[in-house]
């Protein structure tokens, strides 16, 4: 199994063109309506529910953390990323980025819950993924990288198209130890990092 030998593994069309398509459109349409609500101020700039020009490492470019259709994508490829893996997960959350022109992903590694990470290409103009030591990955609309986020190096290089539509979806094994991390904390798919678990609760 190459992900075992090497770390990573390159899975084409994990999800047809035509979803992969409908994902993309959904997604920049997303982005379009959270442009306008913050411009006419019906929503704060600090509301996340739309997505965030605030990602921490492209900083401009719209993300988003956990939207309820990558979110679905996380849970029903874990059956497939098993397979590929020949582990035992649990999902810990997806993660949405729409590049510009001129975005650049510098080299870095995950946190840990991003131990079995994927990058699943749905749109826009192609651009390829780097991993360590210098392998270059190109992927088209429906294909997938399957990585060790926490342990291989990976980056993009200054982005010369004007739009690619990516998400990461996000995994750890599937161990006692890490249960306290399935869902990156949460106490459900599709809501925010730091939801607050007792409301949920009660």
Not at 1 to 16: A, H, I, N
Not at 74 to 102: A, V
Not at 125 to 145: A, C, R, S, T, V
Request: some cysteine; aromatic content about 12%.
């Amino acid at each position: 199994m190459k992900f075992k030998k090497l770390g990573y593994e390159v899975k084409r069309q994990v999800v047809s063109k035509e979803i992969a398509s409908l994902c993309a459109e959904y997604l920049l349409l997303k982005r379009n309506t959270a442009r306008y609500l913050y411009n006419e101020h019906y929503i704060l700039p600090v509301t996340k529910f739309y997505g965030t020009w605030h990602d921490g490492q492209v900083p401009g470019t719209w993300a988003h953390y956990g939207d309820i259709l990558m979110e679905i994508l996380l849970r029903d490829l874990k059956p497939k990323m098993e397979e590929w893996t020949g582990l035992k997960l649990l999902e810990t959350y997806s993660y949405t980025r729409i590049y510009r022109g001129g975005d650049e992903l510098i080299k870095h590694r995950d946190r840990s819950e991003c131990k079995i990470s994927t990058t699943l290409n749905l749109g826009g103009d192609l651009w390829p993924i780097f991993l360590e030591p210098n392998i270059k990955i190109n992927l088209q609309p429906g294909d997938m990288l399957i990585y060790k986020g926490d342990k291989l190096s990976h980056w993009r290089k200054p982005f010369k198209g004007n739009t690619c539509v990516q998400v990461f979806l996000h995994y750890i094994k599937n161990t006692l130890k890490n249960k306290k991390n399935h869902l990156d904390g949460r106490p459900a798919l599709a809501l925010p990092k730091f939801f607050p678990v007792k409301t949920w609760q009660k």
